[in-house]
């Protein structure tokens, strides 16, 4: 069965960083882009970043560029996101999910993980 | 990026047909063909319905179709069930190569 597994969130002081792993089994990781999309409590989804699946190309949304960074691991078939500068705003269930294609990055996701959550808070 | 458009909230009696619009502009809907809708049940994981404006995953229901005219996309949902209740997310892709998501709509079953 296909599964994508979120892990590293919890409680963060503002100011501070984290590290989200998603780790992927029973699919295929390589060839594929990557997406990070997260919900704020009671909130709607939010698009935060994709790469490709060669790891060359990323993409972010304005409210993370210069504070995420997204990269992978393809030989364990694993996403990271490095998060840094942490703000309440950033308070949100994290999910990984995987492009239904190989092509086109920023594109619609058919496999997803259950999210982990991250707060931001002192 | 600002975010697309959705209803708030729709509802429609079981057996019955809905309607849900998303609305972006040329940046996005209207530059491309890279529209996607995702079903949300509390506490769950988005699960992708419709993907490239019209095409189904394998698995879902073909109950559940897709559109786009200009700038607004659409999803149409027909023969509503009660487990179709649940939030509804519509997708883009941007002229920024990055991905935007819609408000959000409550799907109500009455």
């Known amino acids: 069965e296909a599964q994508l597994l979120e892990s590293g969130g919890g409680l963060v002081q503002p100011g501070g960083s984290l590290r989200l792993s998603c780790a992927a089994s029973?699919?295929?990781?390589?060839?594929?882009?990557f997406t990070w999309v997260r919900q704020a409590p009671g909130k709607g989804l939010e698009w935060v970043s994709a790469?490709?699946?060669?790891?060359?190309?990323?993409f972010y949304a304005d409210s993370v560029k210069g504070r995420f960074t997204i990269s992978r691991d393809n030989t364990k078939d694993t996403l990271f996101l490095h998060m840094n500068n942490l703000r309440a705003d950033d308070t949100a269930v994290y999910y990984c999910?995987?492009?239904?294609?190989?092509?086109?990055?920023?594109?619609?996701?058919?496999?997803w993980g259950q999210g982990t959550m991250v707060t931001v808070s002192s | 990026q600002s975010a697309l458009t959705q209803p708030a909230s729709v509802s429609g009696s079981p057996g019955h047909s809905i309607t849900i619009s998303c609305t972006g502009t040329?940046?996005?809907?209207?530059?491309?063909?890279?529209v996607s809708w995702y079903q949300q049940h509390p506490g769950k994981a988005p699960k992708l319905m419709i993907y490239?404006?019209?095409n189904r995953p394998s698995g879902v229901s073909n109950r559940f179709s897709g559109s786009k005219s200009g700038n607004t996309a659409s999803l149409t949902i027909s023969g509503l069930q009660a487990e179709d209740e649940a939030d509804y997310y519509c997708s883009s892709f941007t002229s920024s190569d990055t991905a935007v998501f819609g408000g959000g709509t409550k799907l109500t079953v009455l």
């Open positions: 490239d404006v019209n």
């Open positions: 790469i490709s699946g060669s790891d060359t190309t990323t």
């Open positions: 029973g699919l295929t990781f390589s060839p594929y882009p």
């Open positions: 999910a995987r492009r239904i294609s190989t092509w086109l990055v920023s594109g619609a996701c058919d496999v």
């Open positions: 040329n940046n996005d809907i209207g530059g491309y063909n890279y």
